[in-house]
């Protein structure tokens, strides 16, 4: 079946603007984590979606970064005001349940640059 | 917190062994698992083993686990042109829920 959709795979954006990337997870997956991967800094996890609630919004960056999930199945993240350091791929997983034994299932990500 | 180390680099020659070699600190660790990350795509899961398990093998790639010393490695035999990607060792975090993720062994093969 489709796996993991990001949109877009790219965005180009000015500083100051405001972005929104958008997930669609595999059908039936419960859970959905957003991972920023930056140059020389490894995959940074982000924040980790249950159904609609965010039990986990630890590694958010800052108060300009945002994430909601509808429906139980699509996500978007925004980020206002964005800077050149937010600079990265933007990388959306799913898995069958939050829990130990559930592998999570990549999107090939958004590359976000921030001229 | 947990932490996942790799070493960044390896090169080998097409039809030798690789070994990418990881190190994680939480002891409490369940599953372990191994990501591989071609240019511009995104983590695609190899394989993943279950900490009372000390090897797994599936097809080319055999995972050594070994939990004393909280190390972990990727055996991938003849190797080929076709496997030079980034290979990513991750841990679940401590609530159970998201990965926690090695920078990444960069593995270059040359024919």
């Known amino acids: 079946g489709a796996g993991v959709s990001q949109s877009p795979s790219n965005k180009v954006t000015e500083k100051g603007k405001d972005v929104e990337l958008r997930c669609d997870p595999i059908?039936?997956?419960?859970?959905l984590y957003w991972y920023r991967q930056s140059l020389g800094q490894g995959l940074e996890f982000l924040i980790y979606f249950q159904g609609n609630s965010a039990p986990d919004k630890s590694g958010l960056p800052s108060d300009r970064f945002s994430a909601e999930r509808t429906g139980g199945s699509v996500s978007t993240l925004t980020i206002q005001r964005t800077q050149q350091e937010d600079s990265a791929v933007y990388l959306c997983?799913?898995?069958?349940?939050?829990?130990?034994?559930?592998?999570?299932?990549f999107g090939n990500g958004t590359r976000l640059t921030v001229t | 917190g947990e932490d996942v180390e790799q070493s960044l680099f390896l090169s080998v020659r097409e039809g030798d062994s690789s070994v990418i070699n990881c190190t994680y600190t939480d002891s409490s660790s369940t599953y372990l698992y191994w990501y591989k990350q071609e240019p511009g795509a995104g983590l695609q899961l190899l394989t993943y083993?279950?900490?009372?398990?000390d090897m797994k093998q599936d097809q080319r790639l055999t995972v050594l686990l070994n939990k004393k010393d909280k190390h972990l490695s990727l055996r991938i035999a003849d190797t080929q042109t076709g496997d030079s990607a980034i290979y990513f060792c991750?841990?679940?975090?401590?609530?159970?829920?998201?990965?926690?993720f090695g920078k990444g062994t960069t593995l270059s093969v040359s024919s």
């Open positions: 083993i279950f900490s009372n398990m």
């Open positions: 997983a799913s898995s069958l349940q939050g829990n130990y034994n559930s592998p999570l299932h």
């Open positions: 991750a841990e679940r975090d401590q609530a159970g829920t998201a990965l926690i």
């Open positions: 059908s039936g997956h419960t859970a």
